[in-house]
C-alpha cells in the first residue's frame, strides 16, 4: 500500500478520519490509504491513534496522528494546521468519532442528553466546518459522516443516541445542498450492527447480543470496519462525484 504514485489524483488528496484509531475510523482509514490518500488519523485516545498510525505506516500509507477532542473546537483547530503542515491541504473528511449509550427514555438525564448530543453531532460539526476552507479553495472534496441506522429505524433506550445521529443525517443533507454546487460531496453511512471496540464492549456488559443480531439481518453476519470503509472509499473517489446527499446504508439489509 504507497501513496507515492503521482499519476493517482488520490495522492495529493488529504483525508481527515476523526475517530480513526479503532473501529470504523481506522477501517475507514486504512481503505483511504490503500486509495492512495495520505490519511490523518484523530482520536482521544492518544496512544491507541499513534499505534494505529505506526501500524498503517508499516503497510506503506502516509499517515499523521493527532490526539483531539472533537467536543474542543480549538483542539480540531490545532490538529488540522499541523496536518497541512505535514501532509497538505484537507481534501477528505470521515467523521467517525462518537459515543454511544443505553438507557431508558425516562431515565435519560439533561447531562446524558447533552452528553451524545455534543460529541455526536457538535462534534461532526466542528471537524467539518474546520476543513472545508480548504475544499472551497480546491473547488473539491468529499466529506462523509457516520450516523447511525437507530436514526432511521429508532431503537429502545437509545433516545438521545438516535437523536444525535439523526441530527448528523439532516446536517449531511443541508450540507450537500449548500456545498454540492462548490464541488463538495457529502454523504453520510448509518450501519447497522459493526463488530467494534464499542460493540465489544456492549457484549461484555450484557447489552448487546452479537450472535443473535447477526442471526436477524438478510446477510447472516454482523458488519466489519472493512465493510464501512470500503464504502468511504469509493465515495471519496472520482467516480462518486455524482452522489451527494444520499445515506448509504451499510448494514446488511438490516434496514431496507
Not at 22 to 34: D, E, F
Not at 127 to 132: E, F, M, P, T
Request: hydrophobic share 45%; net charge negative; proline share 5%.
Amino acid at each position: 500500500m504507497s501513496s507515492g504514485r503521482t499519476d493517482n489524483p488520490a495522492a495529493e488528496r488529504v483525508a481527515v478520519i476523526t475517530g480513526g484509531a479503532s473501529g470504523i475510523g481506522l477501517g475507514a482509514a486504512r481503505h483511504l490509504a490503500a486509495a492512495g490518500h495520505p490519511v490523518a488519523l484523530l482520536d482521544l485516545d492518544g496512544d491507541a491513534v499513534h499505534r494505529a498510525a505506526a501500524d498503517l505506516r508499516d503497510d506503506g500509507a502516509t499517515v499523521s496522528a493527532h490526539e483531539v477532542d472533537v467536543v474542543d473546537r480549538a483542539s480540531i483547530d490545532t490538529a488540522l494546521d499541523k496536518v497541512r503542515g505535514e501532509l497538505g491541504p484537507v481534501s477528505v473528511v470521515v467523521t467517525s468519532a462518537g459515543i454511544e449509550a443505553s438507557a431508558p427514555f425516562v431515565d435519560i438525564t439533561a447531562e446524558d442528553w447533552e452528553r451524545l448530543l455534543t460529541v455526536n453531532l457538535t462534534g461532526t460539526f466542528h471537524s467539518i466546518q474546520a476543513a472545508v476552507p480548504d475544499m472551497l479553495e480546491a473547488a473539491w472534496g468529499r466529506i462523509i459522516t457516520i450516523s447511525s441506522m437507530s436514526a432511521q429505524s429508532g431503537a429502545p433506550d437509545r433516545a438521545h443516541y438516535a437523536a444525535s445521529k439523526g441530527g448528523v443525517i439532516a446536517l449531511t443533507k443541508a450540507l450537500a445542498f449548500e456545498l454540492s454546487p462548490k464541488g463538495i460531496t457529502v454523504n453520510t453511512i448509518p450501519p447497522s450492527i459493526i463488530v467494534t471496540p464499542m460493540a465489544e464492549n456492549s457484549v461484555k456488559e450484557g447489552t448487546l447480543d452479537l450472535g443473535a443480531v447477526a442471526g436477524m439481518t438478510p446477510v447472516r453476519r454482523a458488519g466489519t470496519p472493512d465493510d464501512v470503509g470500503a464504502t468511504c472509499a469509493f465515495l471519496c473517489s472520482d467516480g462518486a462525484g455524482f452522489i451527494t446527499g444520499q445515506t448509504i446504508g451499510v448494514n446488511g439489509g438490516w434496514y431496507l
